[in-house]
């Protein structure tokens, strides 16, 4: 029978007793039927949903055999978009605790590439990145990968969906041939079977059961016709009252003209897509995480690797072709144990693709009428917080201590109405509560200010704006 503990695996006392301290206390499914195999050094083929470890599994397998010592680069993970690679990152820097002084860096489009050409120059062990950037600084010459033991493919799917197949071959072929390989996809259909092969060797391959437990899910379908999806969206908006929403929907014109559309019916709604400037998708991203837009209208693609706590509702504005696509959106409400709502939106000509989502989920849709639930006459309510630049981060020195003491002190404001806190290289984001976010930021700009618009913090002045939702 095989164990589920981590203290049956070959680790190092240290590194277990990190991974206590870190909560691990059992290895989930996927961690359980592919850490033993990584360990050993096998290849490996793991089709695993976000959420079910798999972070975990391969960052474990890359710092069992990594030398800190010698200051090479010993592992490289590739993520399909910039904010899934800083989650990877931040796990693996929690996992490494256990093994000693280990440098991960993060190599992603969206920023300069001097920093990043700055921090190689001074090495590192693990390089965590987008298929993009990392061929940009092997172009450079600035990235070695000779010394790789272990390759890492997360979200192999979608990388290859959102075309970087030829990144990852030129990347593979600059990494050593007898390396230990690791792919991790939500699916494995044949076509990325038949691309990656040449990347494996004889590796071992695992499926973990990817439909979610819809325990906590109320799941509804509603019947609509070929018109009228944005008055829907608006009627179970305003008829729920969701704290934050996630509409998914299957092109990038309908997230824009979607997100339109609710903004001119009163809600806090932004649309997140492929094109969209990095600056303007990581203030997107931070309005959402504080709560200051209650609405996050996206494409698959550009939602795949999002870490969103506390969702409130799903909403598939478009039936998704895949069903298994499908269980991958609604599974981003009801987590850790919390319940949660997914509606679907459905118009004629997409009934047989619900009719493969019953099968997939083996259980009847449950259909219910827009008309039924009323809510024409209710206003949309502005989301419940607001967000505060501050035009100074980590390059000025700043901590969130410092934002969150003037904020309690200065400001006058109680902890209970700050909310999150980003800090940035060269900006910070607060999140704070609506009604007393105005009053708040005038009492820290009172005093001889240099210009409009600013406000003191350890007794500096910063340029402070608020971001619209």
């Given at each position: 029978?095989?164990?589920?503990?981590?203290?049956?695996?070959?680790?190092?006392?240290?590194?277990?007793?990190?991974?206590?301290?870190?909560?691990?206390?059992?290895?989930?499914?996927?961690?359980?039927?592919?850490?033993?195999?990584?360990?050993?050094?096998?290849?490996?083929?793991?089709?695993?949903?976000?959420?079910?470890?798999?972070?975990?599994?391969?960052?474990?397998?890359?710092?069992?055999?990594?030398?800190?010592?010698?200051?090479?680069?010993?592992?490289?993970?590739?993520?399909?978009?910039?904010?899934?690679?800083?989650?990877?990152?931040?796990?693996?820097?929690?996992?490494?605790?256990?093994?000693?002084?280990?440098?991960?860096?993060?190599?992603?489009?969206?920023?300069?590439?001097?920093?990043?050409?700055?921090?190689?120059?001074?090495?590192?062990?693990?390089?965590?990145?987008?298929?993009?950037?990392?061929?940009?600084?092997?172009?450079?010459?600035?990235?070695?990968?000779?010394?790789?033991?272990?390759?890492?493919?997360?979200?192999?799917?979608?990388?290859?969906?959102?075309?970087?197949?030829?990144?990852?071959?030129?990347?593979?072929?600059?990494?050593?041939?007898?390396?230990?390989?690791?792919?991790?996809?939500?699916?494995?259909?044949?076509?990325?079977?038949?691309?990656?092969?040449?990347?494996?060797?004889?590796?071992?391959?695992?499926?973990?059961?990817?439909?979610?437990?819809?325990?906590?899910?109320?799941?509804?379908?509603?019947?609509?016709?070929?018109?009228?999806?944005?008055?829907?969206?608006?009627?179970?908006?305003?008829?729920?009252?969701?704290?934050?929403?996630?509409?998914?929907?299957?092109?990038?014109?309908?997230?824009?003209?979607?997100?339109?559309?609710?903004?001119?019916?009163?809600?806090?709604?932004?649309?997140?897509?492929?094109?969209?400037?990095?600056?303007?998708?990581?203030?997107?991203?931070?309005?959402?995480?504080?709560?200051?837009?209650?609405?996050?209208?996206?494409?698959?693609?550009?939602?795949?690797?999002?870490?969103?706590?506390?969702?409130?509702?799903?909403?598939?504005?478009?039936?998704?072709?895949?069903?298994?696509?499908h269980v991958h959106r609604i599974g981003r409400t009801g987590r850790a144990g919390g319940s949660g709502m997914a509606h679907t939106l459905c118009a004629p000509n997409e009934k047989k693709w619900v009719g493969l989502i019953e099968q997939y989920q083996d259980q009847p849709a449950v259909w219910e009428s827009l008309a039924a639930l009323g809510g024409d006459a209710e206003l949309a309510e502005p989301a419940p917080m607001v967000t505060l630049v501050i035009a100074g981060g980590k390059k000025a020195k700043l901590r969130p201590g410092d934002l969150l003491g003037a904020l309690t002190g200065d400001a006058g404001l109680t902890k209970d109405q700050?909310?999150?806190?980003?800090?940035?290289?060269?900006?910070?984001?607060?999140?704070?509560?609506?009604?007393?976010?105005?009053?708040?930021?005038?009492?820290?700009?009172?005093?001889?200010?240099?210009?409009?618009?600013?406000?003191?913090?350890?007794?500096?002045?910063?340029?402070?704006?608020?971001?619209?939702?």
């Amino acid at each position: 029978m095989q164990s589920d503990s981590f203290t049956s695996l070959a680790l190092t006392p240290q590194f277990l007793a990190n991974l206590t301290t870190l909560g691990y206390d059992h290895m989930t499914q996927v961690q359980a039927e592919t850490l033993p195999s990584v360990l050993a050094g096998s290849d490996l083929i793991a089709q695993a949903k976000t959420g079910s470890g798999k972070t975990a599994a391969f960052g474990i397998g890359i710092l069992h055999k990594l030398n800190p010592a010698w200051f090479a680069i010993q592992g490289l993970v590739l993520c399909p978009t910039r904010e899934l690679a800083d989650q990877v990152a931040g796990e693996l820097r929690r996992l490494a605790r256990g093994v000693g002084n280990v440098k991960i860096l993060t190599l992603t489009g969206g920023v300069s590439m001097r920093p990043q050409i700055a921090s190689l120059e001074h090495g590192a062990h693990i390089v965590v990145g987008t298929p993009g950037r990392i061929r940009d600084h092997l172009g450079r010459a600035t990235l070695d990968l000779a010394n790789v033991q272990t390759l890492v493919l997360d979200e192999a799917d979608r990388m290859t969906d959102m075309g970087f197949y030829d990144e990852i071959a030129g990347i593979v072929s600059a990494t050593p041939k007898h390396r230990q390989t690791l792919l991790f996809s939500a699916t494995y259909p044949d076509d990325i079977r038949f691309a990656t092969q040449g990347f494996l060797r004889d590796p071992l391959e695992v499926k973990v059961e990817g439909k979610h437990s819809f325990e906590q899910i109320d799941q509804r379908f509603y019947e609509i016709g070929f018109e009228g999806r944005e008055d829907a969206v608006g009627r179970l908006l305003r008829h729920h009252r969701p704290v934050s929403a996630l509409a998914f929907c299957n092109t990038k014109a309908r997230c824009r003209e979607l997100a339109d559309a609710l903004q001119a019916q009163g809600f806090s709604a932004r649309a997140l897509y492929g094109e969209l400037e990095q600056s303007e998708r990581d203030e997107i991203l931070v309005l959402f995480a504080n709560r200051s837009c209650s609405v996050l209208v996206a494409t698959d693609v550009a939602a795949r690797g999002l870490d969103i706590a506390d969702l409130d509702t799903v909403i598939n504005v478009d039936v998704s072709k895949d069903p298994e696509v499908h269980v991958h959106r609604i599974g981003r409400t009801g987590r850790a144990g919390g319940s949660g709502m997914a509606h679907t939106l459905c118009a004629p000509n997409e009934k047989k693709w619900v009719g493969l989502i019953e099968q997939y989920q083996d259980q009847p849709a449950v259909w219910e009428s827009l008309a039924a639930l009323g809510g024409d006459a209710e206003l949309a309510e502005p989301a419940p917080m607001v967000t505060l630049v501050i035009a100074g981060g980590k390059k000025a020195k700043l901590r969130p201590g410092d934002l969150l003491g003037a904020l309690t002190g200065d400001a006058g404001l109680t902890k209970d109405q700050v909310g999150k806190i980003n800090i940035g290289e060269f900006n910070s984001y607060v999140a704070l509560e609506r009604s007393v976010a105005q009053a708040a930021v005038k009492r820290l700009g009172e005093g001889e200010a240099p210009g409009p618009g600013f406000g003191v913090i350890k007794g500096r002045w910063f340029k402070m704006r608020f971001l619209d939702a």
